[in-house]
Nanobody, 130 residues
Framework: VQLQESEGGSVQAGGSLRLSCVAS????????MAWFRQAPGKEREGVAA???????NYADSVKGRFTISRDKAQNTLYLQMNNLKPEDTAMYYC?????????????????????????WGQGTQVTVSS
């Protein structure tokens, strides 16, 4: 499985961007997928996740502004980002969990754990200026 993010971009605060991530190779439609980001000098953090039933989970910092979605037929993951803020500036990565075993039973935050995902894209830069 290879994950390829679309080109990111630079926008002013309050603007919008849409990221996409195409999965090539065989990937089960039961895979959960997610977006992570990493700002300079900071740890990688989960932003949004979506499971095989299209259930979603968001980091508190992006709730109400970002929307994750997927097109299973096209093996494509999306992240619509609205009302962007300078603190959203980071490298954004898509990730997929094809292991399909619940390794974090009963943990509602698990979908945003780095350890949950076994495939990663190369990342795409998003820059938001004030």
């Amino acid at each position: 499985v290879q994950l390829q993010e679309s080109e990111g971009g630079s926008v002013q605060a309050g603007g919008s961007l849409r990221l996409s991530c195409v999965a090539s190779g065989y990937m089960t439609t039961r895979a959960s997928m997610a977006w992570f980001r990493q700002a300079p000098g900071k740890e990688r953090e989960g932003v949004a996740a979506i499971d095989s039933d299209s259930g979603t989970n968001y980091a508190d910092s992006v709730k109400g502004r970002f929307t994750i979605s997927r097109d299973k037929a096209q093996n494509t993951l999306y992240l619509q980002m609205n009302n962007l803020k300078p603190e959203d500036t980071a490298m954004y990565y898509c990730a997929a969990d094809t292991i399909l075993v619940d390794r974090f039973p009963g943990d509602p935050a698990a979908s945003l754990y780095i350890a949950k995902y076994n495939y990663w894209g190369q990342g795409t830069q998003v820059t938001v200026s004030s």
